[in-house]
């Protein structure tokens, strides 16, 4: 039994969530963002977050080379590292990583973004973005059978090495399906997947990856890049994929447990 465990960097009290992974008896690979973090950072340096809407519809982080200094600030540095610690303290091996280290996650930029803005459509250049394209499992591997338990966040790899944002939740998926671990747990600050975001007791419980039905279309903002990277995740053969809340006590073990949404 091995699992994927995202921490959104939505989730403010990250304790419940370590204390459980700490108590785990499975191999766990943890994988986090820090999106808010890094707002807050930017913000204070002067250099506003700039969120996006693609011609599609998808919501993202416009990433020029400064937001990709911040963002190694807010995720590789801060973020990943107060993990490691806590982690440390609990007793559990831990070693932080982003997707560049050892070449874990390697994708392709886009650098060039179509978005929608104020009802005009504009292309956005110089975008440190990109896709996934392939995960390298030798270092993961490698320290999971040494025993330690890897905490990987992006930036990703592109193809000439240089440093490209991608979703936490997608790197997560990834990573579970090329270590074909048994689970995908994706936990962030809202109970599982929500039909109205802004309503928290429209939990969807179970979700048939078979019969989609438009599901994407009616899933807004950040909320539809967890559902893609989770229906990803299942059809590529994890067993247990779930997105649940990171913030009640025991969240690992709630999800594991069948709380959430479950992707069937
Ligand atoms: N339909 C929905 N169902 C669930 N959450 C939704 C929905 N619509 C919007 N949201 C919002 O999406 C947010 C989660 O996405 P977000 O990317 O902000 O956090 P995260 O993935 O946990 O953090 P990070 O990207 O830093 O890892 C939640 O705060 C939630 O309020
Ligand atoms: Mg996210």
Redo the contacts with the bound molecule.
């Keep these: 039994v091995t699992l994927v465990v995202k921490v959104?960097?939505?989730?403010r009290n990250l304790d419940p969530v370590l204390h459980d992974v700490a108590a785990s008896p499975h191999a766990i690979v943890l994988v986090?963002?820090?999106?808010?973090e890094l707002n807050d950072l930017s913000t204070s340096l002067g250099h506003e977050p700039r969120m996006v809407e693609s011609v599609r519809g998808d919501v993202s982080r416009y990433t020029d080379s400064l937001t990709m200094d911040h963002f190694l600030m807010a995720y590789a540095g801060k973020a990943n590292k107060r993990i490691v610690e806590r982690l440390r303290s609990l007793g559990v091996n831990a070693v932080g990583l982003t997707g560049l280290d050892g070449g874990i996650v390697q994708g392709r930029r886009r650098a060039d973004l179509r978005v929608r803005e104020n009802g005009r459509i504009k292309v956005l250049h110089d975008n440190h973005v990109g896709s996934i394209e392939c995960v390298d499992m030798k270092l993961l591997n490698m320290l999971l059978q040494g025993g330690y338990t890897p905490v990987l966040t992006p930036p990703i790899a592109a193809e000439d090495g240089t440093a490209i944002n991608a979703?936490?939740?997608k790197v997560a998926a990834a990573v579970a399906v090329a270590l074909g671990a048994s689970h995908l747990i994706i936990l962030?600050?809202?109970p599982?997947?929500?039909?109205?975001?802004d309503d928290a007791s429209s939990l969807i419980e179970q979700i048939d990856v078979s019969a989609l039905n438009g599901l994407e279309k009616n899933?807004?903002?950040?909320?539809r890049?967890?559902l893609r990277a989770a229906v990803d995740a299942r059809r590529h053969g994890v067993g247990a994929v779930v997105i649940a809340d990171g913030r009640v006590e025991a969240p690992l073990s709630a999800a594991l447990d069948g709380a959430g949404t479950r992707l069937v």
Excluded at 32 to 36: I, K, L, N, T
Excluded at 192 to 197: K, M, Q, T
Excluded at 219 to 223: K, Y
């Design positions: 959104g960097g939505s989730i986090h963002g820090a999106s808010r979703d936490g939740d962030s600050d809202a599982g997947l929500l039909r109205d975001g899933i807004g903002g950040r909320a890049t967890k």
